[in-house]
């Protein structure tokens, strides 16, 4: 049986990068909020930069409850879904914005129209016959404010190319409209990223220094960047990345209206007799425990959105809470993030330390910025590279052809090599399918018994050939910046756990098709939301976290505007 606690206006399950965004507006409108992490509060003693620890035996990820629960994945219903060894995901305060590589990206204009767009540009025809894509219920305009608003909580650091239509071009002269400049100038460029950046001029295209959750200079009483990259995989030991469990988590707790409670793991949330959400059900330790609210907003990441949505079984919801359409788990897709470019130059580039997020872009080949006319797909891909070199990935270069992977010919190679090497990291479209969808594994359970999530998902003809087609472009770039020797990775087929996971609850004004509505709640549950990439329904060719940011802080914000009909108080 399990023990209630005493009633509070609002719980939010998951503290991490959205969640841990939404808490501030809900108590800065004076909205008493409980916060159940899975995970623990980290200090910075805990993000030491030691690259054997963090990238290698991948700490502090491989001691958290996640790893309990890797989901499972297959390429199509005919394969058996199989469990890889580690998951994506942290639990902790902050969750997965203590150790990303904090690039924040806003979505373009096209992103949250690309079916109508497509059509008008193009023709219906264009769209792949089998993929489930709809236009957002709202356009960029409507996100903007809060796009804004992340970036100045939060702290981060770009040049814009678009102020109120005001083009620059050292920015992004692609991107939509914004209000103001970012808060901080963008991070230090690089002797790389200098070369890359003069050399994609001669191309004629439009090179800039990508945005990033990471102070540039002093903001917030946090210092600057120390541009030793060991981040990447760790957290910063000098708080300078702008990690929710440094900006907005403790400025709601100072009202005193935000209790956070850790190693909570959520077992279901409860409904009650009118289908309308009570609580959630919680353990900690070897307590359960029943958390009352008058509103619940689920902010798990989104396999565990999808995830607590099934198991929180009702009469009302037998097949899942607010799965009674059933579309929970369904239009799942991730970021199309293989497929890198590396090359060999014929010297140093000097590209020791830094860190991920210090690099430059190309948005020429990105979603509808360039005339798909001559090419047979839709949507394309924001190139990237970056300064971010460190001892052992230097030492796991690939030798080219040209030396063996090991001896001496190996050591000889390396010692020569390894300052003359980069990859990029190219972000691209994808579409959610029919085919591609979440649901719970039939055999496959964590320690406590319960199933975990199973994947079922591959990359479509539309995104195998946008992976080919920037590609190209990236070798063309790097070929013109000099290198003597390209190396493509393949390109994959089958979609495996990713940071960059989306759909599952996908936000629209129809209820057949979606879970939440245009602000985030439930169409089956009017006092659940949902918060996170869950409720996106494209992923443009971005990083997706400042936009599943600034969708929470929507959200929160919608909520407190409208407590008395949503909480039905």
């Given at each position: 049986m399990a023990e209630q606690l005493q009633k509070t206006d609002v719980v939010v399950i998951g503290l991490g990068a959205v969640g841990g965004v939404a808490v501030l507006p809900l108590v800065s409108a004076g909205l008493r909020v409980v916060g159940l992490e899975a995970g623990s509060w980290l200090s910075t003693r805990d993000f030491a930069p030691d690259e054997l620890r963090n990238n290698s035996r991948d700490?502090?990820?491989?001691?958290?409850?996640?790893?309990?629960?890797?989901?499972?994945?297959?390429?199509?219903?005919?394969?058996?879904?199989?469990?890889?060894?580690?998951?994506?995901?942290?639990?902790?305060?902050?969750?997965?914005?203590?150790?990303?590589?904090?690039?924040?990206?806003?979505?373009?204009?096209?992103?949250?129209?690309?079916v109508s767009e497509t059509t008008r540009r193009y023709g219906a025809a264009r769209l792949p016959a089998d993929s489930t894509v709809e236009d957002w219920p709202f356009a960029l305009e409507e996100l903007e404010p809060f796009y804004d608003k992340v970036e100045y909580a939060l702290g981060v650091s770009g040049i814009a190319g678009n102020v109120q239509g005001r083009l620059n071009s050292n920015g992004n002269i692609f991107e939509g409209a914004r209000a103001r400049e970012y808060p901080m100038p963008p991070l230090r460029s690089s002797g790389f990223t200098d070369m890359m950046s003069d050399a994609a001029r001669r191309l004629g295209w439009h090179p800039f220094q990508g945005p990033a959750a990471i102070n540039s200079q002093l903001y917030g009483n946090r210092p600057g960047c120390l541009y030793h990259g060991f981040c990447d995989r760790g957290g910063c030991h000098v708080s300078a990345k702008s990690s929710t469990a440094v900006t907005t988590i403790p400025e709601a707790m100072k009202s005193g209206l935000l209790d956070v409670v850790t190693h909570a793991r959520v077992m279901k949330i409860v409904t009650d007799s009118n289908g309308r959400v009570s609580g959630v059900e919680y353990r900690r330790g070897n307590d359960t425990l029943f958390q009352p609210a008058d509103v619940v907003l689920l902010a798990s990441h989104t396999y565990?959105?999808?995830?607590?949505?099934?198991?929180?079984?009702?009469?009302?919801?037998?097949?899942?809470?607010?799965?009674?359409?059933?579309?929970?788990?369904?239009?799942?897709?991730?970021?199309?993030?293989?497929?890198?470019?590396?090359?060999?130059?014929?010297?140093?580039?000097?590209?020791?330390?830094?860190?991920?997020?210090?690099?430059?872009?190309?948005?020429?080949?990105?979603?509808?910025?360039?005339?798909?006319?001559?090419?047979?797909?839709?949507?394309?891909?924001?190139?990237?590279?970056?300064?971010?070199?460190?001892?052992?990935?230097?030492?796991?270069?690939?030798?080219?052809?040209?030396?063996?992977?090991?001896?001496?010919?190996w050591k000889a190679f390396i010692m020569q090599n390894a300052d003359r090497s980069n990859s990029s990291y190219i972000q691209k479209t994808t579409l959610p399918y029919e085919s591609n969808y979440l649901d719970l594994d039939p055999t496959v359970k964590d320690r406590l018994g319960i199933p975990v999530i199973r994947i079922t998902a591959e990359y479509k003809e539309n995104e195998l050939k946008i992976a080919a087609f920037t590609q190209d472009k990236m070798e063309q770039w790097f070929r013109e910046a000099g290198a003597v020797e390209i190396l493509r990775s393949g390109l994959g087929r089958a979609m495996g756990p990713s940071t960059h996971a989306y759909g599952g609850t996908r936000m629209g004004d129809n209820a057949r098709s979606n879970v939440v509505d245009r602000h985030g709640f439930a169409h089956e549950v009017p006092n659940l939301g949902v918060l996170g990439a869950s409720v996106m329904g494209t992923s443009g060719a971005r990083n997706p976290t400042l936009t599943a940011q600034a969708l929470a802080w929507r959200t929160a914000e919608h909520l407190a505007q409208n407590w008395q009909r949503i909480a039905g108080a």
């Amino acid at each position: 049986m399990a023990e209630q606690l005493q009633k509070t206006d609002v719980v939010v399950i998951g503290l991490g990068a959205v969640g841990g965004v939404a808490v501030l507006p809900l108590v800065s409108a004076g909205l008493r909020v409980v916060g159940l992490e899975a995970g623990s509060w980290l200090s910075t003693r805990d993000f030491a930069p030691d690259e054997l620890r963090n990238n290698s035996r991948d700490w502090p990820q491989s001691v958290q409850k996640a790893n309990q629960e890797v989901p499972t994945s297959r390429a199509n219903e005919s394969e058996t879904a199989t469990q890889g060894s580690g998951h994506p995901m942290m639990n902790a305060v902050g969750g997965t914005s203590l150790h990303y590589w904090a690039q924040s990206w806003r979505l373009s204009p096209w992103d949250f129209k690309v079916v109508s767009e497509t059509t008008r540009r193009y023709g219906a025809a264009r769209l792949p016959a089998d993929s489930t894509v709809e236009d957002w219920p709202f356009a960029l305009e409507e996100l903007e404010p809060f796009y804004d608003k992340v970036e100045y909580a939060l702290g981060v650091s770009g040049i814009a190319g678009n102020v109120q239509g005001r083009l620059n071009s050292n920015g992004n002269i692609f991107e939509g409209a914004r209000a103001r400049e970012y808060p901080m100038p963008p991070l230090r460029s690089s002797g790389f990223t200098d070369m890359m950046s003069d050399a994609a001029r001669r191309l004629g295209w439009h090179p800039f220094q990508g945005p990033a959750a990471i102070n540039s200079q002093l903001y917030g009483n946090r210092p600057g960047c120390l541009y030793h990259g060991f981040c990447d995989r760790g957290g910063c030991h000098v708080s300078a990345k702008s990690s929710t469990a440094v900006t907005t988590i403790p400025e709601a707790m100072k009202s005193g209206l935000l209790d956070v409670v850790t190693h909570a793991r959520v077992m279901k949330i409860v409904t009650d007799s009118n289908g309308r959400v009570s609580g959630v059900e919680y353990r900690r330790g070897n307590d359960t425990l029943f958390q009352p609210a008058d509103v619940v907003l689920l902010a798990s990441h989104t396999y565990e959105n999808s995830r607590i949505l099934l198991l929180s079984t009702s009469g009302d919801f037998p097949n899942g809470l607010a799965n009674n359409a059933g579309q929970v788990g369904r239009h799942y897709f991730s970021h199309h993030q293989g497929a890198p470019v590396t090359a060999l130059f014929p010297h140093n580039l000097h590209n020791w330390y830094g860190l991920p997020a210090q690099g430059v872009a190309i948005d020429d080949w990105a979603d509808d910025n360039f005339d798909h006319g001559d090419v047979d797909f839709i949507g394309g891909g924001n190139l990237w590279v970056h300064t971010n070199r460190r001892p052992m990935s230097a030492a796991r270069m690939s030798t080219f052809g040209r030396a063996p992977s090991w001896g001496s010919e190996w050591k000889a190679f390396i010692m020569q090599n390894a300052d003359r090497s980069n990859s990029s990291y190219i972000q691209k479209t994808t579409l959610p399918y029919e085919s591609n969808y979440l649901d719970l594994d039939p055999t496959v359970k964590d320690r406590l018994g319960i199933p975990v999530i199973r994947i079922t998902a591959e990359y479509k003809e539309n995104e195998l050939k946008i992976a080919a087609f920037t590609q190209d472009k990236m070798e063309q770039w790097f070929r013109e910046a000099g290198a003597v020797e390209i190396l493509r990775s393949g390109l994959g087929r089958a979609m495996g756990p990713s940071t960059h996971a989306y759909g599952g609850t996908r936000m629209g004004d129809n209820a057949r098709s979606n879970v939440v509505d245009r602000h985030g709640f439930a169409h089956e549950v009017p006092n659940l939301g949902v918060l996170g990439a869950s409720v996106m329904g494209t992923s443009g060719a971005r990083n997706p976290t400042l936009t599943a940011q600034a969708l929470a802080w929507r959200t929160a914000e919608h909520l407190a505007q409208n407590w008395q009909r949503i909480a039905g108080a």
